[in-house]
């Protein structure tokens, strides 16, 4: 039971987190990953176990589209970019997020006064 | 939306290649991708390379976890485990054509002979509330004819019930001259069609109107069926107001019955129905005044609410007055009293009324019992071979589930596999019973009666079908899968092929042999006892020859001529029959043998005046001359009939062999003196041989045969019967019938070979011996296939243990003795199970015997011993290629 509740909190993130880091332009599974992890100063690692179902996830909804180009280093690879839906969907993700934080904060904060 | 979204999966599954080999590539890059940035940082790119995977993860489980997000998981792994299904069962073709053709067989078999059973026994009657449906019974045990004057009464009693009715099932024929065209036909008192509820769908059904003796105010009338309709007349719209002539009788055909409507006979069919009142035009005058002629049946619909026993006791109050009303006239007093006294009942008759349930009850039910345990036998082979099959392939599935395979999942894919092979199983059957179960109809008719069942698939018969398939699929498919995840992956990994644990489901292997050989042995002797009640009542001695004998039915009634002319004519047709090149002899009678007509009577011999009535009661026939010869019936004293037996000359009489036993002492009847019931005394001049009568079951009874010369009212049919000097009597019949018609042109001649009399009363037998012995042969070789399949697995399992052996020196036929310890000590076990399960079992199927016990020693013997000559063989093989492994081979496989 518990165990099920981590995996939906952990997907529910995990798709907000891709959606936000394809908001600077397309990006592959890989550089996703690395952004991901980079930014969030090693906080944060990706399995990969959960991100291609995840990218694959969001493709299917719609949110995100996908084409294979050439990387940088030349060598084709499958880059996936934010749709206009993606865009909405994101908005909408990232307020109920800040709704959560705040709410969880408040939550949170009287037990480390008391 | 639904819709669409099912198209779009679709249409994905389509473009499912290409999705497949994007998402390879795409794990790839990220790999290379991650390999390369480790690389840079110094690690070489080897070990780069495997920290990457390791990384990673597990790749084929991600690649699975991915492909579900596509949307289409269950589908897309249903397909997927169908497609691994038919893959993997290809891999062991014989193992799966094994399997899916007992499978076949057995569902086959089983819901054809159900089909059969469940249209002939317990069908109702496609009417209007058919529950309601009861027959007039006399509660002796068979569903009696009733004379038209007791319908009468009845009739003239209406609100008795909710409607009443008669009805008798014959046949009708329409030339009306030369060769007889026979239709069946159905005589219907006007009310059958209403209270039955069956409308007409072209022009109208028979009214109590047209049941008037005679015909009713338009003249006689007819409804004919609606095959008889696309047959006869192409389906012609314009049929109504038609002329049709049935039995030389014109009538007008006023409608059309629905093609579902058969009658109320299951088993029998009706082209025409006519009024019952329409009797006197086609069988005399006094046809319907007859009150010793009983050829009707009576039905009522009960009134709602109204239960059969309340309407029984309504009946019981009307019983005297009706009794007293009908009384036949020409009958002894004592008979007359019994008459008086004999109850009237109702019997539910939902389904109907069929002159040929009862005869194939107990035989069909028989074979029911046979085909069940079949199935049995089947889904024992398929349980052993799919366990065999399931522990050949634990490495597999250990592998599947070390890869991550879930164990629901492993055990899907197992029930997958065998629900592939009861569903093509179940397909395969479900066409055998089509074309079984009609075979079946086929060889429940006799030459002249076609059985006539409307064995369209309903819903009974398709839930059963399933139903079948499913059990199966439980027995066979949970078995093998239960056993299989409880492997632990390592386990069976680290012990490769030699291990030996798994002796639990072995076990179970082992029963179903135990099972398999008890159940074939049960059926083995049945068919043994069956072929042999064929055989021997095929070798009966019929006491004359049935091969070379052609019979012609002659209907003399059309030629109108007075009775003393009429005896004129027959010797004419017989000169005309013994004239026909081919010929060796012809000669006349009034019955033939085994054609379901009887005539008996009660006699009184003065010299043996102890005997009861019912040893007074013989058989008759009227024989002409030369009738002996032409059947081959030997005269052991005595004379044969002469021209000089005629009307006016002293009366004589012939006897068989039945009649002196009984009325004589079995001494030589010659000189004795018999006293038929209207008082004639009849001096007996012949003594011939026993002849079979009316049935080949029942011993031959005492018969007494009469000179036709002697007959002053000579019946209106007459047999004329001809021996043929070499060829096949068959080639015959065109000349004979020519050479017959060209007496009289009114004449009706119906032809038909002797033998064709024997076949139908053959013929339960045959098809109850044949479906046997069919049914116990494939038992017989589902068996060995399983012992065949559990000797083979043993061996497979053991071949480390006998590399060893013969490795260490054990001579060939010790390896062979040593598998074989164990499937003799099935066969042993089965067969005491089997020879105990036959003994009891013996008692049912006693009914159906014939010159053979039920508990016969020589019969179970065969079987037994026929069984363990095909385990023998069964086992050998394995065994045999066992003392041949090559142990060098082996022991490095180890």
Redesign the interface.
């Known amino acids: 039971m518990a165990k099920a509740h981590r995996i939906e909190l952990l997907q529910g993130t995990l798709d907000l987190l891709i959606l936000r880091t394809l908001v600077f332009g397309p990006s592959?599974?890989?550089?996703i990953a690395k952004q991901i992890k980079s930014v969030s100063q090693d906080v944060l690692q990706v399995?990969?176990?959960s991100l291609?179902?995840a990218l694959?996830?969001l493709e299917?909804q719609g949110w995100i589209d996908s084409e294979?180009q050439n990387?940088d280093?030349g060598?084709?690879?499958?880059y996936y970019r934010l749709t206009r839906a993606g865009r909405r969907q994101l908005v909408a993700e990232q307020s109920k997020w800040e709704q959560l934080s705040i709410a969880m904060a408040r939550v949170l904060r009287p037990a480390e006064e008391g | 939306v639904s819709l669409r979204l099912l198209y779009a999966r679709l249409r994905s599954l389509g473009r499912r290649r290409r999705r497949d080999a994007d998402l390879d590539e795409e794990i790839r890059f990220h790999l290379e991708e991650e390999a390369s940035e480790l690389q840079e940082s110094g690690v070489s790119w080897d070990h780069a390379r495997s920290a990457a995977t390791r990384d990673f993860g597990n790749v084929a489980l991600i690649r699975e976890t991915t492909r579900e997000v596509w949307g289409w998981g269950s589908l897309d792994r249903l397909i997927q485990d169908v497609r691994y299904g038919c893959r993997s069962l290809a891999g062991t073709p014989i193992v799966s054509i094994v399997a899916i053709l007992s499978l076949a067989l057995g569902i086959g078999a089983n819901t054809a002979i159900f089909s059969v059973l469940e249209t002939l026994i317990l069908r109702s009657l496609p009417v209007d509330s058919p529950s309601e449906l009861v027959l007039l019974d006399d509660g002796r045990g068979r569903r009696p004819h009733w004379t038209n004057p007791i319908w009468e009464e009845i009739k003239s009693r209406p609100g008795l019930f909710d409607g009443a009715f008669a009805v008798s099932t014959t046949q009708f024929n329409l030339a009306v001259r030369g060769e007889t065209e026979i239709v069946d036909g159905l005589w219907a008192s006007g009310t059958m069609f209403d209270v039955l509820g069956v409308p007409a769908i072209v022009g109208r059904t028979l009214t109590p109107e047209d049941d008037r003796p005679g015909g009713g105010p338009g003249g006689p009338v007819a409804v004919i069926s609606h095959a008889f309709w696309q047959q006869r007349f192409g389906g012609a719209a314009d049929v109504i107001g038609r002329s049709l002539t049935v039995e030389r009788v014109p009538f007008t055909i006023v409608g059309v019955t629905p093609a579902w409507f058969f009658g109320v006979d299951v088993g029998r069919t009706f082209d025409i129905a006519v009024p019952v009142g329409a009797a006197t035009l086609i069988r005399g005058p006094g046809a319907l005044k007859g009150r010793s002629s009983w050829w009707l049946r009576i039905m009522f619909r009960l009134k709602p609410g109204q239960e059969p026993d309340a309407a029984t006791v309504l009946l019981r109050s009307l019983q005297p007055q009706i009794r007293e009303a009908t009384l036949p006239d020409d009958w002894h007093p004592g008979t007359l009293e019994r008459y008086l006294r004999e109850p009237f009942r109702v019997e539910p008759a939902a389904n109907g009324d069929s002159s040929i349930r009862q005869r194939y009850r107990r035989p069909l039910t028989t074979i029911m019992v046979v085909v069940g345990l079949v199935l049995l036998i089947a889904c024992a082979n398929l349980a052993n071979l799919l366990l065999a099959r399931a522990s050949a392939r634990r490495q597999e599935l250990s592998v599947r589930i070390a890869l991550g395979a879930s164990r629901l999942r492993v055990v899907r894919q197992l029930l997958t596999e065998s629900l592939i092979l009861s569903c093509v199983g179940a397909c395969l059957g479900l066409a055998i019973a089509h074309w079984g179960s009609r075979l079946l109809v086929n060889q429940l008719s006799i030459a002249g009666r076609p059985v006539f069942l409307d064995l369209s698939l309903d819903w009974t018969i398709l839930a059963f079908t399933a139903a079948a398939a499913v059990a199966t699929t439980a027995v066979f498919g949970i078995a093998p899968a239960m056993r299989a995840v409880r492997v632990q992956p390592n386990d069976v990994l680290k012990s490769r092929a030699r291990t030996v644990t798994g002796e639990g489901g072995f076990g179970a292997g082992h029963v179903l042999v135990i099972v398999q050989v008890a159940v074939s042995l049960v059926l083995l002797v049945g068919a043994g006892l069956f072929v042999r009640t064929f055989s021997s009542l095929a070798h009966l001695n019929l006491g004359f020859d049935d091969r070379p004998v052609l019979v012609a039915s002659v209907q003399t009634s059309g030629t109108r001529l007075e009775p003393a002319r009429l005896g004129a004519l027959l010797q004419q047709l017989l000169a005309a029959a013994a004239g026909v090149p081919g010929v060796s002899s012809a000669g006349l009678s009034m019955i033939t043998p085994l054609s379901n007509n009887t005539w008996n009577n009660l006699v009184e011999v003065p010299t043996a005046p102890h005997l009861s009535r019912e040893e007074r009661l013989v058989h008759f026939n009227n024989v002409g001359v030369g009738w002996f010869g032409t059947y081959g019936t030997p005269i052991l004293a005595g004379r044969d009939f002469a021209t000089t037996d005629a009307l006016g000359s002293p009366p004589v009489a012939i006897v068989n062999e039945a009649f002196a036993r009984r009325f004589t002492g079995g001494r030589n009847p010659l000189g004795i003196r018999v006293r038929q019931p209207w008082g004639i005394d009849r001096e007996i001049v012949g003594y011939v041989k026993d002849a079979v009568y009316e049935s080949l079951r029942d011993p031959v009874p005492p018969t007494l045969y009469i000179p036709l010369g002697q007959d002053p009212d000579p019946p209106g049919t007459i047999d004329v019967a001809v021996r043929a000097s070499a060829a096949s009597p068959l080639l015959l019949t065109k000349p004979l019938a020519n050479a017959l018609t060209a007496v009289h042109p009114d004449l009706l001649v119906t032809l038909r070979p002797l033998s064709d009399n024997v076949e139908a009363a053959l013929q339960q037998e045959r098809l109850v011996a044949l479906l046997s012995g069919f049914f116990g042969a494939l038992a017989l070789l589902l068996s060995a296939l399983g012992l065949y399949g559990v000797t083979s697995y043993a061996v497979m399992r053991r071949r480390a243990e006998i590399g060893v052996r013969i490795a260490l020196g054990a001579a060939p036929a010790r390896v062979v003795r040593l598998v074989l310890r164990r499937t003799l000590v099935l066969v042993v076990v089965g067969t005491c199970a089997g020879a105990a399960a036959s003994v009891w079992a013996s008692q049912f199927v006693s009914p159906l015997l014939f010159g053979v016990q039920p508990r016969d020693a020589d019969t179970l013997l065969s079987a037994i011993i026929v069984l363990a000559l095909i385990a023998a063989i069964a086992g050998w093989v394995p065994a045999r290629s066992a003392s041949r492994l090559d142990p060098a081979r082996i022991l490095r496989e180890g």
């Open positions: 592959h599974g890989h550089a399995e990969t176990g291609y179902p694959h996830r299917a294979w990387s280093k060598k084709r690879a499958k």
